[in-house]
């Protein structure tokens, strides 16, 4: 799998695991969704980097709501409101990206790197909150 494909196969995921939250509520998308995200990373060849990039699709469609407050006055605030969204998606993704870089060095097969990069996203999750 090239790295183009699986950057977008991550963010696909990533945004289709985020619809598991309220107002979607589309939860057993979102399991699936995880689970074909860890699968992506497990099997990829840069994990950090294809976990920075499920994370970014997740956190954007997560983080919809932010741009609400810079559309009152549009006219004047709105251009900010796409780098409001990405930079803090992009940001908030960095996270994960550092679940799967420490997945990646610290298992070599890819049933293993599943479940480190399912337990370190755990754990970046609990230190993001």
Same mark, same amino acid.
Do not use: C, Q
């Given at each position: 799998?090239?790295?183009?494909?699986?950057? /977008?196969?991550?963010? /696909? !995921?990533?945004?289709?695991?985020?619809?598991? =939250?309220? #107002?979607?509520?589309?939860? @057993?998308?979102?399991?699936?969704?995880?689970?074909?995200?860890?699968? /992506? /990373? +497990? *099997?990829?060849?840069? #994990?950090?980097? %294809?976990?920075?990039?499920?994370?970014?699709?997740?956190?954007?469609v997560a983080? *919809?709501? %932010?741009?609400? #407050?810079?559309? %009152?006055?549009? +006219?004047? *605030?709105?251009?900010?409101? @796409?780098? +409001?969204?990405?930079?803090? !998606?992009?940001?908030?993704?960095?996270?994960?990206?550092?679940?799967?870089? $420490?997945a990646n060095? %610290?298992? =070599?097969?890819?049933?293993?790197? !599943? $479940?480190?990069?399912?337990?370190?996203? !755990?754990?970046?999750?609990?230190?993001?909150?």
């Amino acid at each position: 799998m090239t790295r183009t494909k699986a950057m /977008v196969k991550a963010i /696909v !995921a990533g945004a289709a695991a985020a619809l598991g =939250h309220a #107002p979607f509520g589309l939860w @057993p998308l979102a399991v699936l969704a995880f689970a074909y995200l860890i699968y /992506v /990373v +497990a *099997h990829a060849a840069r #994990p950090a980097l %294809i976990g920075w990039a499920g994370a970014l699709g997740y956190f954007a469609v997560a983080l *919809h709501w %932010i741009v609400e #407050p810079f559309l %009152i006055d549009a +006219a004047r *605030h709105g251009w900010m409101a @796409p780098f +409001a969204l990405v930079l803090m !998606a992009g940001g908030l993704a960095l996270f994960w990206g550092l679940a799967g870089w $420490l997945a990646n060095k %610290i298992t =070599h097969t890819s049933r293993a790197r !599943a $479940l480190a990069f399912a337990i370190f996203v !755990a754990a970046a999750e609990m230190l993001r909150g």
